[in-house]
């Protein structure tokens, strides 16, 4: 079994930044994937990024390339996504994931493991 958890988030203007961490526990594997998701109010939830545990691979949604970056500290179990440029549209829940395989993911039925999630919400 995987625990899965997320801290970071809060309360940020528009063009500011913040980082979220998630904190991976219990027998996770070099193989896995990880991917970090978000849903606003009366969304689906959505991919935002996603990483190779081993951290050889990386993958955005086109909303938010150039503006996020997905990193992972193996020797911390711990997964990162900084944010950056943030807008107002970037406000929701946001959630890592964990997927049994190394082949990166972007639906979330593809992920076997879930944090409980941090909110962000970007003021204009």
């Known amino acids: 079994q995987v625990q899965l958890v997320e801290s970071g988030g809060g309360l940020v203007q528009a063009g500011g930044s913040l980082r979220l961490s998630c904190a991976a526990s219990g027998r996770i594997f070099s193989s896995y994937g990880m991917g970090w998701f978000r849903q606003a109010p009366g969304k689906e939830r959505e991919f935002v990024a996603g990483i190779s545990w081993s951290g050889g691979s990386t993958y955005y949604a086109d909303s938010v390339k150039g503006r996020f970056t997905i990193s992972s500290d193996n020797a911390k179990n711990t997964v990162y996504l900084q944010m950056n440029s943030l807008k107002p549209e970037d406000t929701a829940v946001y959630y890592c994931?964990?997927?049994?395989?190394?082949?990166?993911?972007?639906?979330?039925?593809?992920?076997?493991?879930w944090g409980q999630g941090t909110q962000v919400t970007v003021s204009s």
């Open positions: 994931a964990a997927r049994r395989t190394f082949i990166l993911g972007v639906t979330p039925n593809q992920y076997n493991y």
